[in-house]
């Protein structure tokens, strides 16, 4: 086992990560190594304004999550969270299909009103994350505007052929064919502060097990980021998201093989191969590790569901190991 790894002495653990994923690979990570050497580098390009208000679900998902004030059933949100301010924006006629509880819109409210004060992303997410109490370091891929944009192949967006993610994920639930995505702003965008060193400074780079495409694909289109990451190829250890062809939930299998990919573990490494060294697979998929060492990546097979702490505790181990 590396130095640190137990606790002894820190290593630095830098993750790049989408939502859902990545909050419960990062919940497993902090079980096993002391949480303020872990830093979380998080994509941004769900962003989305509602009603005003800026709202970064990817950061949300991985702070409740983390504050262990996630709620499960749904995957985003809070746990005991409350809806009178959604119903009082219905009785309007208010556009209610992002649905924001009452608790949560005030991590909202504080984002939209120290960004219109000036102050950057970055800042604001360190301030939020120590509102919840949390030790690992949050950081956003960027403070500028990058958009996930996806293109629906049948025109299904209700008029315009192009859509942001929210609307995708959420208004059209991705049930939704798509045949292109674009990270709009993504080519004149900086990292976010901090970004480059925590990815350079770190013992073990991971990528967690979020949609390659609209998760970590945002992220790797921020100029910087991805040669930052290559540079730590031999550190670099991804998890595959797709277990068994088929994402756990949500599109990540489907906009892959909309947009050519294969849907497969093997699919994964093609993606990844250049920027990670080894690549987790889970159980199901054992059977595909030698394809995926024929795509020049390590592969390590584990259980990866993480459908409780202990399970994800496990998994961060053998992540972190497999970087040694
Ligand atoms: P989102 O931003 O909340 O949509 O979530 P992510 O970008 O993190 O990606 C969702 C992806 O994470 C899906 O493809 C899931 O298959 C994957 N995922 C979620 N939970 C787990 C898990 O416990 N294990 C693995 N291997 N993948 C998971
Ligand atoms: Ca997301």
Same mark, same amino acid.
Request: hydrophobic share 45%; proline share 6%.
């Given at each position: 086992m590396r130095?640190?790894? %137990?606790?002894? !002495?820190?290593?630095?653990?830098?993750?790049?990560a989408?939502g859902?994923?990545a909050?419960r690979?990062?919940?497993?990570?902090?079980?096993?190594? $002391?949480?303020?050497?872990?830093?979380?580098?998080?994509?941004?390009?769900?962003?989305v304004?509602?009603?005003?208000?800026? @709202? +970064? *679900?990817?950061?949300?998902?991985?702070?409740?999550?983390?504050?262990?004030?996630?709620? *499960?059933?749904?995957? &985003?949100?809070?746990?005991?969270?409350?809806?009178?301010?959604?119903?009082?924006?219905?009785?309007?006629? /208010?556009?209610? &299909?992002?649905?924001? /509880?009452?608790?949560?819109?005030?991590?909202?409210?504080?984002?939209?009103?120290?960004?219109?004060?000036?102050?950057?992303?970055?800042?604001?997410?360190?301030?939020?994350?120590?509102?919840?109490?949390? !030790? $690992?370091?949050?950081?956003?891929?960027?403070?500028?505007r990058?958009?996930?944009?996806?293109?629906?192949a049948?025109?299904?967006g /209700?008029? =315009?052929?192009?859509v942001?993610?929210?609307?995708?994920?959420?208004?059209l639930?991705?049930?939704?064919?798509v045949? +292109?995505? %674009?990270?709009?702003?993504? !080519?004149? =965008?900086?990292?976010?502060?901090?970004?480059?060193?925590?990815i350079?400074?770190?013992?073990?780079?991971?990528?967690?097990?979020?949609? *390659?495409?609209?998760? @970590?694909? *945002?992220?790797?289109?921020?100029?910087?980021?991805?040669?930052?990451i %290559?540079?730590?190829?031999?550190?670099?250890?991804a998890?595959?998201?797709?277990?068994?062809?088929?994402?756990?939930k949500g $599109?990540?299998d489907r906009?892959? %093989?909309?947009?050519?990919?294969?849907?497969?573990?093997v699919?994964?490494?093609?993606?990844?191969?250049?920027?990670?060294?080894?690549?987790?697979i889970?159980s199901?998929?054992a059977?595909?590790?030698?394809?995926? !060492?024929?795509?020049?990546m390590?592969c390590?097979?584990?259980?990866?569901?993480?459908?409780?702490?202990?399970?994800?505790?496990?998994?961060?181990?053998?992540?972190?190991?497999?970087?040694?």
């Amino acid at each position: 086992m590396r130095p640190g790894l %137990r606790g002894e !002495e820190p290593a630095l653990i830098t993750v790049l990560a989408g939502g859902v994923g990545a909050a419960r690979l990062l919940a497993g990570i902090v079980q096993v190594v $002391p949480p303020a050497e872990v830093t979380a580098v998080v994509n941004t390009g769900d962003d989305v304004v509602m009603h005003g208000l800026h @709202i +970064s *679900p990817d950061l949300d998902t991985v702070t409740y999550t983390l504050a262990g004030a996630d709620n *499960p059933e749904t995957g &985003w949100g809070l746990a005991g969270e409350t809806w009178q301010a959604m119903g009082s924006l219905g009785r309007y006629g /208010g556009e209610t &299909w992002f649905n924001l /509880g009452d608790v949560d819109l005030g991590t909202h409210l504080y984002r939209t009103g120290n960004l219109a004060a000036g102050v950057g992303l970055a800042e604001i997410t360190a301030g939020i994350s120590s509102g919840w109490g949390l !030790e $690992p370091t949050l950081l956003p891929m960027t403070e500028d505007r990058v958009a996930t944009m996806m293109t629906l192949a049948d025109g299904s967006g /209700g008029g =315009s052929d192009e859509v942001g993610f929210q609307e995708y994920f959420v208004r059209l639930r991705h049930a939704v064919p798509v045949s +292109s995505v %674009r990270f709009a702003g993504a !080519e004149s =965008s900086l990292p976010g502060p901090g970004v480059l060193d925590a990815i350079g400074g770190a013992d073990v780079v991971v990528v967690a097990p979020s949609n *390659p495409i609209v998760s @970590i694909g *945002p992220l790797l289109a921020v100029p910087g980021i991805a040669d930052a990451i %290559r540079a730590r190829r031999d550190r670099t250890v991804a998890v595959s998201p797709i277990i068994a062809g088929a994402a756990l939930k949500g $599109p990540a299998d489907r906009l892959m %093989r909309e947009l050519g990919h294969e849907a497969s573990v093997v699919g994964v490494a093609r993606i990844y191969r250049d920027i990670a060294s080894c690549l987790v697979i889970d159980s199901a998929d054992a059977d595909l590790a030698g394809a995926v !060492e024929t795509e020049g990546m390590a592969c390590v097979v584990t259980d990866t569901v993480m459908s409780s702490p202990e399970v994800a505790a496990e998994l961060a181990r053998t992540v972190l190991g497999a970087a040694s």
